[in-house]
């Protein structure tokens, strides 16, 4: 039994709308980072056959490209997938007591919300901004869908990059007003 390996096996899928607008960051190298909430919404019946709901809060981190996107695309109320790894950390706080998190290391994003509903945010964004300015983007549309997909990974082909109908998936959210 001491022979015996086990995989390493770290991989998180989840649903959720964050609860505010990311925090972007750079390191002091310049390496930009995202950090945000999601609450993860679950619906059950009791033993009296009511139903209830159970939320669930989870922090995501998100670096490099995909921490731009996410300053780009995500607003409180937005719906994603976020695929990663869980992560944990550990700090010392100004009184000396040590806290730990556990958090997603995000690797992918799927935005969930339509298309217009982005586009007006960044559409309200641009009439902010001073003349001259421009607003940047780095993710790619799936144009099957109208979602946006990002990676930490662009080279890699997703299972999302095929011609799936939307219809196809459903997480259970298809009545979830934001």
């Given amino acids: 039994?001491?022979?015996?390996?086990?995989?390493?096996?770290?991989?998180?899928?989840?649903?959720?709308?964050?609860?505010?607008?990311?925090?972007?960051?750079?390191?002091?190298?310049?390496?930009?980072v995202?950090?945000?909430?999601?609450?993860?919404?679950?619906?059950?019946?009791?033993?009296?056959g009511q139903w209830k709901e159970d939320v669930c809060f989870i922090g995501i981190v998100a670096w490099y490209k995909l921490?731009?996107?996410?300053?780009?695309?995500?607003?409180?109320?937005?719906?994603?997938?976020?695929?990663?790894?869980?992560?944990?950390?550990?700090?010392?706080t100004d009184d000396g007591?040590?806290?730990?998190?556990?958090?997603?290391k995000a690797r992918r994003i799927q935005f969930?919300?339509?298309?217009?509903?982005?586009?007006?945010?960044?559409?309200s964004a641009y009439r902010a901004m001073p003349e001259g300015e421009v607003l940047a983007g780095s993710s790619h549309e799936d144009t099957e869908s109208g979602k946006d997909v990002v990676d930490d990974k662009p080279d890699e082909k997703s299972p999302e990059d095929g011609n799936e109908d939307e219809s196809?998936?459903?997480?259970?959210?298809?009545?979830l007003k934001l």
């Fill in 97 to 104: 007591h040590y806290r730990n998190i556990v958090e997603i």
């Fill in 67 to 92: 921490a731009e996107s996410c300053s780009d695309n995500l607003r409180k109320g937005s719906a994603i997938l976020v695929e990663g790894e869980l992560q944990s950390r550990q700090w010392r």
């Fill in 34 to 48: 995202a950090n945000f909430t999601i609450a993860s919404n679950r619906k059950f019946k009791d033993n009296f």
């Fill in 168 to 175: 196809t998936f459903d997480f259970g959210f298809r009545d």
């Fill in 1 to 32: 039994m001491a022979d015996l390996k086990m995989p390493d096996i770290n991989n998180v899928i989840i649903v959720g709308n964050l609860i505010k607008d990311p925090i972007i960051r750079s390191t002091t190298n310049g390496t930009p």
């Fill in 112 to 123: 969930l919300n339509k298309r217009e509903m982005v586009l007006s945010d960044m559409e």
